[in-house]
């Protein structure tokens, strides 16, 4: 599978430079990290959330696990994770569990950790386990308009 049309697509329309990296075929973004020899606290992690209001993603290192109990107290909102299901039809041209760290391109609201504002460059997945995407840290920012920005998550 190529990269994902609708990232495709919001990559263009918001002009920043990128890089695709091949490797490997990963299923996981800490293993897509080690396939393509990038440090994981540089892939950003997609973790798909809801409740009522509707979906989130949070998006972390790698390296990382989303401290859901100290999210929920930052948004006021009782959140658990989204079904396979209910990631395969938000991220319809997306291999299930290779959805982006871009979740605007979705229509999908955008919580990222802090901890991915400290990295010159990040890395996350194209929409398929055997290409990432690469962003330096202003291009992430510019992606990252509209998220929402804390702390909420730990080193695994």
């Given at each position: ?10 990559l263009k ?12 075929r990963a ?50 909102r009782r ?78």
């Amino acid at each position: 599978m190529a990269m994902a049309q609708k990232l495709q697509d919001y990559l263009k329309a918001n002009t920043v430079a990128y890089d695709r990296i091949e490797h490997p075929r990963a299923v996981s973004a800490s293993r897509a990290a080690q396939a393509a020899r990038v440090p994981g606290a540089r892939v950003a992690k997609t973790v798909v959330l809801h409740d009522s209001e509707g979906y989130l993603v949070a998006v972390v290192p790698s390296t990382h696990r989303v401290e859901l109990d100290t999210l929920q107290d930052q948004l006021g909102r009782r959140l658990d994770l989204a079904s396979e299901t209910e990631i395969a039809t938000l991220f319809d041209d997306c291999d299930i569990g290779a959805a982006p760290a871009i979740g605007a391109a979705y229509g999908v609201n955008v919580l990222c950790d802090e901890s991915l504002a400290t990295e010159p460059e990040i890395y996350f997945e194209a929409g398929d386990h055997i290409e990432l995407v690469r962003v330096d840290q202003p291009a992430f920012e510019t992606l990252m308009q509209g998220a929402s920005w804390g702390r909420f998550s730990h080193r695994e």
